[in-house]
């Protein structure tokens, strides 16, 4: 019996890839064929490695049956005869297995603890959050000395997944613990399915059809704008600077959303005197007590008063009816005492998204320019506000999200910008072509310079 296997240019580079590094994604743009990549591993490396055994992971299981068990015995219809439809299993007669799966939610994943797979792959991964990709890497393994376990995600941008990929694959923004050589991303395009555009030439032009954030994202693989994007005007090139000399006469103030299971965000901004908002520092850190939060803060704490605007849980009792944070903070030499003025943030939700719309959106303004930039230094908060998605159920609002049990995700970086920025007047319209980049002089002085 002979499998013929057949694979492009990219998909044998991503194949070698993934024989080798622990995790790979491939993808980033639809049409790269990738599902046909994943089905093409299990078959070669089933067959090469007697007695081991794989998993494909697909959202739902109609993805499942429609992308890859029908799919699978069309392009190797000698498997159809191994098959076992009650398991969903692939049974090889060399004693290896293929297993289909579906995950419809991040908890179904733990039925997998203590199971050993050699090969995992994962298709569409933004489809789910990281916590699945984590759970499943502790059952990515084996005895067998002859093969390397392995994981191939594949997906696009976009989806409840969407920010843990970009931060891993595309910005290579590693953490404690993750080691860069155990991730690689291999970009694909239509371009390179030749099998696709030689079957179905208009498939570009309808990419092309969409509208304009989808073409981005599905067409020229940007992970910086996906479909559902609540604030799609955020561009990095154009809201993310190099730290500047603001000039004289900045104000600084400052925004807290409390935490501890899930981390808690301070956000130190600088307003320049016509009113364009610079986020200049940030502290994110998660189960920290209130002292140790103190600390940190009185590092960063510029000269004179500072506004601290709130979420309102800072004011609210300890357990037991103990002392709140605000109480703690104060016992800790952050009060108004010491300069630091908490404020009860405002914390209408929809109104929050119309001002950031107001600030970052270019167009709002006569110049062309926005009102609110970010040092480099602070790529998390532009990250949380540009995954933020819009809300089906409500489109004025995004939707809420949850950090997961190890405090990675969430919407509180979000949630402590919106408390920033609802604190400001919507900020006007003096200078016409001065906005956003200063040499260090007064905007006085600038003025003075031209011809108003």
């Known amino acids: 019996m002979e499998l013929i296997i057949t694979l492009q240019k990219k998909q044998r580079e991503a194949l070698n890839t993934s024989s080798v590094t622990p995790i790979t994604f491939y993808g980033g743009a639809k049409g790269g064929g990738k599902s046909h990549l994943i089905r093409a591993r299990q078959v070669l490396r089933r067959l090469k490695h007697p007695n081991t055994k794989g998993l494909i992971v697909r959202k739902t299981y109609p993805e499942l049956l429609a992308n890859h068990i029908r799919p699978f015995f069309k392009e190797y219809p000698e498997t159809r005869e191994w098959y076992n439809k009650a398991e969903k299993t692939i049974y090889y007669p060399n004693g290896s297995t293929t297993e289909f799966s579906y995950l419809r939610s991040t908890d179904d994943v733990y039925t997998y603890q203590g199971r050993e797979y050699e090969d995992i792959d994962v298709d569409e991964v933004t489809q789910h959050e990281w916590e699945v990709i984590t759970v499943l890497r502790s059952s990515n393994r084996t005895t067998n000395k002859d093969i390397k376990p392995t994981m191939l995600l594949t997906g696009n941008p976009g989806g ?44 570009i032009d309808r990419l092309r059809s969409l509208p304009p954030h989808l073409v981005k994202a599905y067409l020229e693989g940007d992970w910086n704008i996906f479909a559902g994007q609540a604030f799609g005007e955020l561009q990095r090139s154009v809201h993310v600077i190099d730290p500047i000399k603001l000039p004289p006469n900045t104000r600084y103030f400052a925004s807290y959303d ?27 850190d998660r189960l920290k007590t209130t002292r140790e939060i103190a600390m940190m803060l009185k590092e960063i704490k510029p000269p004179g008063e500072l506004q601290i605007y709130s979420g309102l849980d800072l004011w609210y009792p300890g357990r037991g009816g103990g002392a709140s944070q605000m109480e703690e903070f104060t016992q800790q030499g952050i009060g108004s005492a010491s300069g630091y003025l908490w ?54 609002d995004v939707v809420k999200v949850d950090a997961n049990e190890s405090g990675v995700g969430g919407d509180d970086d979000y949630d402590s910008f919106r408390y920033g920025l609802m604190s400001r007047a919507y900020p006007n319209d003096v200078v016409k072509s001065k906005v956003g980049q200063y040499s260090g002089q007064s905007i006085l002085d600038e003025l003075m310079q031209e011809d108003y």
């Open 343 to 396: 404020i009860k943030a405002k914390t209408d939700r929809k109104s929050g998204v119309k001002q950031i719309h107001k600030y970052i959106n270019p167009k709002n303004y006569p110049d062309d320019k926005p009102r609110c930039y970010f040092f480099k230094n602070c790529l998390n908060i532009y990250d949380s506000i540009a995954s933020m998605q819009i809300n089906p159920k409500d489109p004025e």
């Open 258 to 284: 409390p935490g501890y299971n899930h981390p808690f965000s301070f956000i130190l901004f600088a307003v320049v005197p016509e009113g364009t908002v610079y986020v200049v520092k940030t502290i994110s």
């Open 160 to 203: 409840i997944g969407h920010q843990e990929v970009k931060r891993i694959f595309i910005d290579r923004d590693f953490r404690d613990g993750e080691k860069p050589d155990d991730y690689a991303f291999i970009q694909a395009f239509v371009q390179d399915n030749e099998a696709l555009i030689d079957a179905d030439p208009d498939y």
